[in-house]
Every structure is written in C-alpha cells, then in structure tokens.
C-alpha cells in the first residue's frame, strides 16, 4: 500500500503537508517564469537591446516549457517521483544562480531557457504522481492546490522582480528566488512519500496518440484550452480598454485591478471540493457560465462594473481550470504523465490563440470585439460541462473513470 493511502486521522495530516509541499514548490516555479516580466525594460536599456530581443527573456523560459512538457510526462509515467524533482528543483535553482552572475543578455536568455526545459519536472510531474497515487475523493482537492499555487507564483515572480530592483538589482531577484526553489525541493523531496520501482509499468502506459483518441480525456484539455484562452485575451486587452474613453485609468489604477487575480487561491481549492460534491461538469458548466456573464458585465461603462466583471473572470476561469484538470486525472489509471502534459500543452496553446484572435477582434471591433469572441468560447466550455453533467447522471455516477465510479448521493 502506498505512503498515501493512511488511516483517516493520520490522512488528514499528510493532506495538509502534501498541500504545503505541492503549493511551496509548484508557486516557485510560475515565479521563476514571470521572474523578469516587470523589468524588461530595465534589460532593454542595459543590454543595448530592442523590446523584442529583451522579451526572450521570459519568452525563453515558456519555450523551454512547451518542448520539454511531454518528454517529461513520459518520465513521470516511466519512474518514481523523487528524481525527477531533485533534477528539476537542482537545475532550476543553479541556473537562476547564474542568470543572476551572466554579463551578457545571450547567456541570460539561454540560461533562462534551460530554467525552462526542467521546470516540468516541479509542475506537470507533480500533478501526475499525486493524481496517481492519492485517494480519488483527495484528487479533486490537492489539484485545487495546485491550480492555486499557479495563481500565487504567477503573481510572486512579477511583484518579486518589480519590488527588489529599486531597491537592490534585478539580479536579486534571480538568487531570491533560486533559494526559495532549492528550499522548496528540500520540503519537497521530504514531504512527498517515496515511490518504489514500477517495473513492467512502462510498456503498459498508453502513449500520446492513444490519448488523443479518448474523447473522455480530450474533453478535459479542450475546457482548459477555452479557458485560458478567454483569461489570457481578458487580462492582455483590458489595459487598453481602461486606458481609453470613457475610463481612462491611470496605469497605477490598472496594475491595482490585477490583485483580483488572487481570488483564485481561494476559488481553486474551493473548486475541488465543489467538484467532488456536484461532479466536474456541473464546476465546468458553473465557471463557463460565470466567464460569460463576467465579459458582459464589462461592457457596461462604469469602473465598479468592470471590477465585479473583472473578478467573476478570475472566479470562473480557476473554476473551470481546476475542474478540468480534477477531470483528467480522476479517468486514467495509467499514462497520467502524458495526459498532464497534453493538457499543459493545450492550455497554453489556448492562450496564445486568445491572444491571438482577440487582438484581431479588438483591432476592428474594440473591447465587444474582444467579449464576443470570448463569450463563443465561455459557450463552448459550457456546453462540455453539460456534456459532462448528463453523462454521470445517464451513468447514475458523479465521476466515472477508468475501473472506479462513485454512485450519486440522491
């Protein structure tokens, strides 16, 4: 019996530390990510170098991401956990050691993008080693935790980078946070129970295209692409709608609304207990429904009303992200490491094509532009989760997942 699996009194204990564990390590690494977000400039002017050029310096790490995502959820179904996060949790850590001592923007960039190639290894690996070895009623939660720990690291890497440059360097905020990383694979490394050898399991795990073509699985990856695509469009083009008639919101103003993007620490451990209660579908169906009502209520031109609007969007998003993500971990036994990783790889697609194709909206049509091709994809995700809700009820189960099925409560 694995180390997860304990007597109730004593489960409760290691789902506190595994939440403490999973959040401290998965937040260091979305920081590392957005580490140098707010001091591009800053690099700009001293490296003699374009906006362009200086941006790989965040653009390298996500680079780094989408290649590495995949081989790496191959390792995590191949072997035990440990390894892996000693690799990552150690290259990530050295490698900001050095970004903060390189003279030149090239080895920064490229220092960066090594970051990147291993930060898998503290995030897509996570989730698919606890989602494997968990209780499936804990699945739901800790996942919630992870999704939170996204939101906070996002957040922590620019506010660190921002906050320590005036009053030391940015180069600071490299060894801030490698420590913090190198601290947080120690937990880590302690808190996780460690896994034996899985020999034969290898040959039996489902590969990608055998992914691919379960649509119970792809159902899952096609809700988190929506939802960041809508998210990412949200918060890219909302500056410029605050900025213009009839807001014009000073640019201390606009920065101040971002703080409601912590309501997804508490909306995303939420949510997974609202899934285990209500089923994913009816979470899925929920967050879309919000996402919609909230790009509308943008529309209207008053600054409290964008604000509730603004709020709702980060409530429905964290809502339908931890859902479908709780969803794909909860209907597969084996291949979890390759099914998080196509889910990491479908979300951030989803957010480059929102950023993409709402750009060209809000070019022609302005801000309703940017609503409608939101609120199209809000419909799509509910129209999953409602998928999803008739399929446990025809079931006569709230999740069905492979070899396991929790009957309705009434």
Not at 63 to 88: S, T, V, Y
Not at 119 to 127: M, N, R
Not at 387 to 405: C, P, Y
Request: aromatic share 10%; proline share 5%; hydrophobic share 55%.
């Amino acid at each position: 019996m694995s180390a997860l699996s304990c007597v109730p009194a004593e489960a409760e204990g290691v789902s506190r530390a595994l939440r403490g564990a999973v959040f401290f390590l998965v937040a260091c690494g979305f920081t590392t990510i957005y580490l140098v977000q707010p001091v591009l400039p800053v690099l700009q002017a001293e490296f003699g170098v374009g906006e362009t050029t200086a941006s790989f310096a965040v653009s390298a790490v996500v680079l780094g991401i989408a290649l590495a995502n995949l081989p790496f959820g191959r390792l995590a179904d191949r072997h035990p956990i440990h390894p892996l996060i000693l690799a990552g949790g150690a290259v990530v850590s050295l490698g900001g050691l050095l970004c903060a001592l390189a003279p030149r923007l090239e080895l920064l960039i490229g220092l960066r993008f090594l970051q990147g190639l291993f930060l898998p290894a503290l995030t897509t690996c996570i989730a698919a080693d606890l989602a494997r070895r968990l209780p499936p009623e804990r699945v739901n939660v800790i996942l919630g935790a992870y999704v939170a720990a996204t939101v906070v690291g996002g957040l922590a890497g620019r506010l660190l980078g921002g906050w320590i440059h005036p009053l030391l360097h940015w180069r600071w905020a490299f060894v801030a946070s490698a420590l913090l990383t190198a601290a947080a694979t120690a937990v880590a490394l302690r808190v996780i129970p460690r896994e034996g050898r899985r020999p034969g399991v290898a040959g039996a795990e489902p590969g990608f295209a055998a992914l691919l073509r379960r649509p119970a699985l792809l159902r899952p990856v096609a809700a988190g692409f929506g939802a960041f695509f809508v998210f990412s469009a949200f918060f890219n083009y909302l500056p410029f709608y605050l900025a213009a008639e009839p807001f014009r919101a000073s640019t201390g103003r606009i920065t101040g609304m971002y703080l409601v993007y912590l309501l997804g620490v508490v909306i995303a451990p939420l949510s997974g207990r609202v899934s285990n209660r209500f089923g994913n579908g009816a979470t899925l169906a929920a967050g879309a429904a919000l996402l919609g009502v909230s790009l509308a209520l943008t529309l209207v031109p008053f600054y409290t009303a964008v604000v509730l609007g603004l709020s709702g969007a980060c409530l429905g998003f964290f809502s339908v992200h931890a859902a479908a993500v709780g969803a794909l971990n909860r209907r597969l036994n084996r291949g979890r490491g390759r099914a998080n990783a196509l889910y990491v790889l479908g979300y951030y697609l989803g957010g480059t094509a929102g950023i993409t194709l709402c750009g060209h909206a809000y070019q022609g049509w302005g801000w309703g532009g940017v609503c409608a091709v939101g609120a199209a994809m809000a419909l799509a995700i509910l129209g999953i989760g409602a998928f999803e809700l008739r399929r446990a009820r025809a079931a006569g189960t709230i999740f069905v997942a492979e070899g396991e099925s929790t009957r309705c409560s009434g």
